[in-house]
């Protein structure tokens, strides 16, 4: 089953609806990538907000348009009020997005994003070695880096859609999302983004945003990764490191149009 | 009761004085807005530190200049740190200032801003459906963003004012300064402000420190807006978005003096 | 005992051994500096991982390379979890750097650095008023800032040496890097970076993954200092003030090799 390239006619167009719905995004992420996660969503038109509270967290994911639930820095207080986000939402038919950020070595988080996998995500975002070890086919990669290519985590990615009914994307040099019958492969990026805390976490919170969009989520969560890849390339091509590179990237995905994909 | 412009020579004024004084600021905020509101303080001269266990807030809280309470990301251990220091703040006559970051759907933050609101604020900034909800006046904004216009929020404001004895500021297009008799209207700043995560929970950050100068507080207040909105619109017109604008804005507030307002 | 300048071909040969070893950092530090500490590592080819979980911080610095511990943020969950975490460094040979943000003033930071003491840290790094305050000889500085010169606290920082066996590096205007026999002057900054929050606790970060070097502990503890101290003078020639350093400085970071030294 060979991967098919997005169109760009399709990720163009999922841009342009997704600027037009002030999309509300309720952020549970990790704490080194809060003020990143919400400089993206606001550069491309969303509003997100960081509800954290338990009771406050079930009140709001269900009047949010999409929930992410990110385990970056998870703790028990964190994962019982992610709990309680995710039923709410289920209740809501908010849908959300799973990050299951350095799965695999570590014990708490690895049970944890293991019961949620029931919980019906809408998505699944993650490197090669975190899809791999949440599939259960290895033990995940160093800290919160990837030891394997993305390519070697398709056949993961494709068993956990089929087993979870989610869009799963496993993000690297190449990106590939699936749902488990279809995939979709998405170029570009650069390997600075990789030297820049939170561009995976970043893309995580955009891909959560796009199953919020109408129409065909596994095209809506594939043109999420295209506007990323083409908004890192272009502000590679701006900086000169990784510290010009931030800036740069936030006012190319605030000016980035259809156009940037034709 | 029509508002009067704020005199460009007293936020002039205002601010030199804030800046020769080295304000010791006790931040207790939200985690998505921390680094910037230190860096924001730090531009101006003044001296963040962000203590937030119960014992050492209470502790901190009174032998600093100024107290911000900031709502945004309000757990339960966060709230008691926060009553604590407030409390250890009064006894010590340490001026504190509230920022209700969305207030009013959320049932735990209103609850709390709502019994904060007897404990005797030195001023509190807030936009206008968080300064609508917390007068009673409206069920709040849509997340952390609000749906109505300063100007539609002033008489609840001055209502608030009156009711607390609290500066309050509602910020917006045009920014609103009450004590429910007098009112000052301060103009400038940009709509890309809103595209930048933190522009407003590190306006209050600089209106509690303001709250700290001698003088007529209601003028400090209205100087600390005047300042972040120059401060605004001239790194808006230094940079190409909301990446950009972050580092022209902190540059712009470190560079600003007097010559700025005349 | 007059200290000696660090050579720069010891600073050159160190930063160039951090570059090539990707070394795994786990980072426990305070919630205002995480972002900046983790693009500070990044940056230098290293790979931060904030892990914060009781259960998770002790399964975590047994596979890192070093560990970070940093009061700044202190709360009891906190507390607990990193003292699981050394404990389980101690065991597995992971060494462990000190960060006593702060200390002094807040008595719940201070009586934790002083049984942190006893823990055996591989490197302490504070300012003047810090250093002074964990010898016990001073209550400490203003908030989080130092209001004493790098100078006056050496003899501090040598007395703590020989206590804990600990690399103690008390920065300042020139830096002094002691093992209680030996020590090291470092030059190079500028007073700017004073006025961006976690230049210095960045720099504990790049000290604590220097411990993970080879060879003596003293000269890459002073290394880390040099690198941070050369990064931060280019940044502030290629800058405009505090918000444009941020972005030059981790450009700096990230292209500085040892013909910087030279």
Redesign the interface.
């Known amino acids: 089953m060979q991967p098919d390239l997005l169109h760009r006619a399709d990720a163009a167009h999922a841009l342009q609806h997704f600027r037009t719905l002030s999309l ?1 995004i309720h952020c549970m992420t ?7 996660t ?2 993206v969503l ?2 491309l038109g969303a ?7 338990e ?2 967290a079930a ?2 994911s269900a ?2 348009d999409a929930l992410l639930i990110n385990v ?6 964190r994962a019982r009020a992610m709990r309680a986000a995710i039923h709410s939402a289920n209740t809501a038919g908010t849908p959300w997005t799973l990050d299951p950020v ?1 799965v695999g ?5 690895s049970d944890f994003c293991k019961e949620l996998l029931a919980l019906r995500p809408a998505a699944i975002r993650g490197n090669a070695s975190e899809i791999l070890a949440l599939a259960g086919m290895s033990a995940g990669g ?4 990837t030891t394997d290519h993305a390519q070697a985590a398709l056949p993961a990615a494709q068993a956990l859609a089929r087993q979870t009914q989610a869009v799963v994307a496993v993000t690297g040099e190449v990106d590939y999302v699936t749902d488990g019958v279809r995939t979709l492969a998405v170029t570009g990026g650069d390997p600075l983004m ?5 561009t995976g976490c970043a893309l995580s919170a955009v891909v959560a945003a796009s199953c919020a969009l109408p129409g065909d989520r596994l095209t809506s969560v594939a043109a999420a990764c295209s506007v990323m890849a083409q908004a890192g390339s272009r502000a590679v091509a701006a ?17 980035l149009n259809g156009e940037a994909f034709a």
């Open positions: 509300l990790n704490d080194v990538v809060q003020t990143f919400a400089n606001l550069a509003s997100p907000a960081m509800v954290i509270d009771q406050e009140q709001f009047i949010a970056g820095t998870l703790t028990a207080d350095a070595a570590l014990t708490f988080r160093r800290g919160v880096d990789t030297r820049v805390v939170g900086s000169t490191g990784p510290g010009s590179f931030t800036p740069a990237f936030l006012d190319a995905l605030y000016a």
